[in-house]
């Protein structure tokens, strides 16, 4: 694993934060000491398709960077399911695609270089969407959820992580505090975690629980519940009505 020190040196500008060939070079040790419970996530992945994987459907794994998500899920699938793997930047779907043909899975498996916007959901019986949705213009994010519910099987879940914001202005600053606190115990230094920031800035935009829970209803789905949290970061479960 390659570490992270992309943001170590000082910028006199800088630019809109971009999955580029440098952050693909080390996005598995950033993300990893960026997002708290990012490998606890990873693990429950597997609990969740084993749970929920149904034969002969498709898994999508919709934002896939380097396949750690989709890696997971493919290796507790039926051996009758098809994985299909999607991202935007071209550097991360290289890389990804290097290291599935590692994996010698039983359930096929395919990396996309292609939008969210853009991909046909269909038979699928898990949808994720792990720090992605984010990423997206504001106002497509509930079409992109509706397609989703669509194409999704009876009994079919959406998993979906973010980061986000908190209405209550005291507990936005405390949990903003607390998540830099995790980054320099991560290893970050100040510079790095304040230039990653700026970075992010309008790039990366959150919404609070309560606008994801009522997008989600808003989408087709009947339940939702949220099953991790860490400090500004959770993971939500959405079910399809059987």
Do not use: W
């Amino acid at each position: 694993m390659k570490e992270d020190k992309v943001y170590s040196v000082p910028r006199e500008k800088v630019d809109a934060f971009e999955f580029d060939g440098q952050v693909a070079d080390v996005f598995e040790n950033m993300i990893s000491r960026s997002v708290p419970g990012y490998p606890l996530l990873l693990d429950l992945l597997e609990v969740l398709t084993e749970q929920f994987a149904q034969p002969n459907t498709n898994c999508y794994d919709l934002g896939c960077s380097l396949g750690a998500s989709t890696l997971r899920i493919r290796q507790h699938l039926p051996s009758t399911c098809h994985i299909i793997g999607v991202d935007t930047s071209s550097s991360m779907v290289e890389r990804c695609k290097s290291n599935m043909t590692r994996d010698h899975s039983s359930a096929t498996a395919e990396i996309r270089l292609q939008s969210l916007q853009e991909t046909h959901i269909e038979n699928a019986s898990i949808v994720v969407l792990n720090y992605t949705l984010q990423f997206i213009p504001d106002n497509e994010r509930l079409k992109i959820l509706t397609h989703i519910a669509r194409g999704l099987v009876p009994g079919g879940i959406l998993i979906l992580s973010e980061k986000i914001r908190f209405v209550d202005e005291a507990i936005q600053s405390a949990t903003t505090e607390l998540h830099h606190a995790f980054k320099k115990h991560q290893g970050y230094s100040d510079l790095e975690i304040a230039q990653k920031r700026a970075s992010l800035e309008n790039v990366l935009v959150p919404n609070t629980l309560e606008q994801h829970q009522e997008r989600l209803r808003d989408a087709g789905f009947i339940s939702s519940d949220m099953f991790l949290k860490c400090f500004n970061f959770v993971s939500l479960i959405a079910i399809k009505q059987r």
